[in-house]
């Protein structure tokens, strides 16, 4: 199939009005990914060679997550919204390039696989002019219905439009569709609108493919491929169905959870073998855990490398820029922001570490804070290697204290500390022996 050209169309330029959103309905996002970019993963992921994205007028937005992902997507606003195969007109530029397959996939189905692309263009392949996606929903209502003959698709039928006779076939429209590149702008200039929507269906083009003789097939998915969010409540079924199936994909690749249904993915969470991940954990986009490593219970992570055999939490959170290296410590209470950790450092309770790197070895005592914020600026704390940091001391940056350095407890570092020196910046103890005593004499206690 390598030498066949294809473009896929991608519809999003809904409304979403049932969602009752200010964001477009496409950028509610599912593990942390908006929905088009999920269907514009599937399509990248199955080889096709450009993306045409169809937008609703002031979606900026949606180009620029798309842009994100892929730089081989074009753009065109549908200005007006007149139905499906409309929306796929307002792509008549990316069409009229010309490809040997055309493939129309919605906005709203984030669940939508490579390898069922592949399908639809191997049916293309074998000369269909058309193939439609089709499945048999628990529920049909509210979905096209395929009438097919032998293995001829005849019609899609919309459910408003439908007879009673209709409405009783299971096997309905998932809405992804090819098209052979040689027919569609042909086949989908003649749409009408002479429906109960007074709409441009897409779904039309089946039935004047039909009457000009054209083979048209119909392909059947799983149902969990095909589920489209219109509301909020299908965008919270939609995360459960993915948070299952991550859930299941962590457990068959080896790591250990120890309760599944509270550990939260994202779309690009990597997790490598003998991974334990306790109760109740988030890991946000951008998080990738080594072998061995342990992620406690309550910990929340975004944007962070844990490396082989190192301990997070409980009760930790990484933000973006963390990386915890081989056999580190992050323990509770403990917030971590773009530093890095080397091999065997600790960090175990109640401390803020931002913009900085602690060298390998070194042991930051609890309640520490690396100040990074003067209000106007950040700045960065290094620690070297081996250094021991004292409880509740302050390391006021850009500061370095150097490796094997030791800082007192309560110190306020605003200078460097040399390597292998003792730091204390606190006030001194003042001692006065039988004061406390003479105090509660003087009051009969
Ligand atoms: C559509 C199909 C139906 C199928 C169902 C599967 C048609 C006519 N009907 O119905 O057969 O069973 O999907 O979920 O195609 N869009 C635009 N511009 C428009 C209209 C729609 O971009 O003018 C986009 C929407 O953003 C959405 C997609 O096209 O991503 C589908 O539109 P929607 O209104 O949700 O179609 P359904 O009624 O669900
Ligand atoms: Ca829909």
Redo the contacts with the bound molecule.
Sequence with gaps: MGERSSVAVI????E?TRMRSRLP??LHPVGGLPMVCHVVQAIEAAGIGRLAI?L?PGHDAVAAAVKRRTERATFHV?EE????A??VLAARAALAEGADDVVVA????PFLTAASIGRMREALADGAAIVVAGMRPADPA???RLIVEGDQLLA?R?ERDASEAERAIPL????TMGLAGAHALALLEAIGCNNAKG?F???DVVEIANERGLPVRAIELDEAE?F?V?DRRHLAEAERRFQDGRRAAALAGGATLVAPETVFFSHDTELAADVTIEPNVVLGPGVAVEEGATIRAFSHLEGAVVRAGATVGPFARLRPGSEVGEGARVGNFVEVKAATLERGAKVNHLTYIGDAHIGAGANVGAGTITCNYDGFAKHRTEIGEGAFIGSNSALVAPVTIGAGAYVGSGSVITKNVPPDALAVARGQQVEKPGWAKRQRERHGK
């Design positions: 519809l999003a330029a809904g979403g309905k496409v169809v609703g549908q919204r007149r139905g499906t409309h929306a919605y906005g709203d189905t509210g979905y096209g899609i919309e309905c429209n998932a809405g709409e269906y897409l779904t095909a489209g219109n």
